[in-house]
C-alpha cells in the first residue's frame, strides 16, 4: 500500500501559469498536492477556457488573499466577430450570426471607447454568486436570478492585432472586470456580435515581473525546487506602505490590541516588528489615530 500523503503548515505564494481546460480549483488542489500543503487557496479565478497568472496562496498567505483580489489585471484576448454565443466564449452554443460589416477603423474606434469607468453587468455564466451558489448553476438550469451592475474601469486596451472575423486585444482593468462580457459588449456596439475564442491573464498588479511556472514544470520538481519557487506571503501586497513596531508594541498588536499611531496618512499598512522585521499583520490607521489590526499572522 503506498504511504499516506502527509500534508503540513506551509507559507507562501507561488504563481502558477493555469492551463486550459481545467477550473481553478482543481489547478489549485493540483498544485497543493504537490506543496503537501494543508491550507491553500487562489486569487481570481480563472475560467477553463482562460490560461495564465493565478496566484496560489498557502497557510498564513491566504490571509492576505482579498489584497490580491482587488488588485488590477491585463489580459490578452482574441474576439471573434460574427457570433454571439450563449456564454460569450467559444464553450457555449452559438445563439445568433450576423455579418460582419464593419471595417478596422470602426473597430479601433469602438474599442477605444470602452476606456475608462463604467457600469458592468456579469455574465449569466460568471463564477459571481447568489445565495451561496455562482450564477453559471442557475444558468444551467434555466433559472433566471438577479445580477448586480458593478462599476469597472478600463485602464488601457489596445489592438494587437485585426484579422477579421478576429480580433486580438490587451486589456489592462480593475477588480471585477468580465472579459467576456467587455467582448460580447463590443460586438453587440459594432453590430456583429462576438464571443471570446481565447484569453490569457498575464499580469497582476503585485507580481510584476516575476516568472510563473506551469503544471509539468511544477509536477517535475523536487521538493527543494518547490520551495524555491515560493514567494513570501506579503509578496503581492509590497504596494501597500509598511509601519514598524518595537517588539513591546508588536506583543500588544499580535493580540489584536489596537496602537495609538500618530504617524502618517489614514490607511492601509503591512505592519512587521523591526527588531526582526517579521511581518504581523495588516492593519488599519484611522481617523482617531488608532492602528486597528485586520489580518493577523500566526505567531506559532
Known amino acids: 500500500m503506498a504511504n499516506k500523503r502527509t500534508f503540513i503548515d506551509i507559507n507562501g505564494i507561488v504563481l502558477l501559469d493555469k492551463p486550459q481546460d481545467i477550473s481553478s480549483n482543481k489547478a489549485l488542489q493540483t498544485v497543493r498536492f504537490l506543496y503537501t500543503a494543508k491550507k491553500a487557496g487562489h486569487t ?24 490580491l483580489l482587488d488588485a488590477d489585471k491585463t489580459y490578452q484576448v482574441t474576439a471573434k466577430l460574427g457570433e454571439r454565443t ?18 478596422e477603423a470602426q473597430i479601433r474606434q469602438m474599442v477605444e471607447s470602452f476606456i475608462g469607468v463604467q457600469d458592468q453587468q456579469p455574465s449569466i455564466y460568471s463564477a459571481l454568486k447568489y445565495q451561496g451558489k455562482p450564477l453559471y448553476f442557475y444558468a444551467r438550469q434555466g433559472i433566471d436570478v438577479p445580477r448586480p451592475i458593478r462599476q469597472i474601469e478600463i485602464f488601457s486596451i489596445s489592438i494587437d492585432e485585426i484579422a477579421l472575423p478576429n ?78 513596531l518595537t517588539d513591546e508594541l508588536a506583543d500588544r498588536f499580535s493580540n489584536g490590541q489596537r496602537i495609538k499611531w500618530l504617524e502618517g496618512d489614514l490607511g492601509t499598512y503591512r505592519v512587521y516588528r523591526e527588531s526582526t522585521n517579521s511581518m504581523l499583520g495588516v492593519a488599519e490607521l484611522e481617523e482617531n489615530r488608532n492602528l486597528q489590526p485586520k489580518r493577523l499572522v500566526s505567531q506559532n
Not at 185 to 193: A, F, I, V, W
Not at 194 to 212: E, N
Open 44 to 67: 481570481g479565478a480563472l475560467d477553463p477556457l482562460a490560461t495564465g497568472l493565478l496566484p496560489i496562496c498557502f497557510g498564513e498567505a491566504t490571509k492576505f488573499s482579498q489584497f
Open 86 to 103: 450563449t456564454t460569450s466564449d467559444s464553450e457555449g452554443e452559438v445563439v445568433e450570426t450576423r455579418d460582419v460589416t464593419c471595417d
Open 167 to 244: 480580433v486580438k486585444m490587451t486589456v489592462h482593468c480593475s477588480k471585477g472586470t468580465y472579459i467576456r462580457t467587455l467582448v460580447d459588449d463590443l460586438g453587440e456596439k459594432l453590430g456583429c456580435g462576438a464571443h471570446v475564442i481565447q484569453l490569457r491573464r498575464t499580469q497582476v498588479t503585485g507580481f510584476d515581473g516575476l516568472p510563473m511556472f506551469d503544471l509539468p514544470s511544477l509536477q517535475a520538481m523536487s521538493e527543494a525546487e518547490l520551495a524555491e519557487k515560493l514567494l513570501p506571503m506579503d509578496a503581492g501586497i509590497q504596494h501597500i506602505p509598511v509601519i514598524q
